[in-house]
């Protein structure tokens, strides 16, 4: 199932712009594909506002410390990646430390395995090391993205077995140039 937001793309390369606080609506939509909620039958993205621990990655987003990257394709918005400073009660899956933001990234599905998520990582990673010491994410075991993160850098912190969907990641990449 397809959120009607996200029109159907043509073969054009989408062009990459920083996330503002009016994307928070598609955000949103690229939470519900991050966090697989499109694999439950009638499930639609603003449901996931209901869920606090999933709520938190998106609502109020445009706050110091949050940092984004937007895909743009020529009939609108086609992936994200962004990072949040999630601490203290506000933690998230991926927390490792409070001055480590947390990491969600998605592409539409028409897009994924058209190395947009690559880009994005990049692009973001970018931006973030100039921010932050660090930047953490939790990852399913299986899903295929984990090989992303792991040809980035990232580094496996701890294993979370109680995680709703199986078993899951805690990650982290350091920026030693910083």
Known sequence: MVPPRIAPQSSATPVLRLARADDQPFLLTMLFYAAHADEDEGVRPEQLLANAMLARYVVGFGRAGDLGVIAEGPRG?????WVRLLAGDDRGYGW?????PE??????????????????????LEHARTRYPAVSLSVRRENPARRLYVRFGFARVRDVTNRVGGGSETMILRFEDR
């Open 77 to 81: 918005p086609v992936g994200a990646a």
């Open 103 to 124: 990491l969600a990234i998605a592409v539409a599905p028409a897009m994924v395995g058209a190395g947009l998520g690559a880009r994005m990582l990049g692009e973001l």
């Open 96 to 100: 490792v430390a409070d001055d480590t």
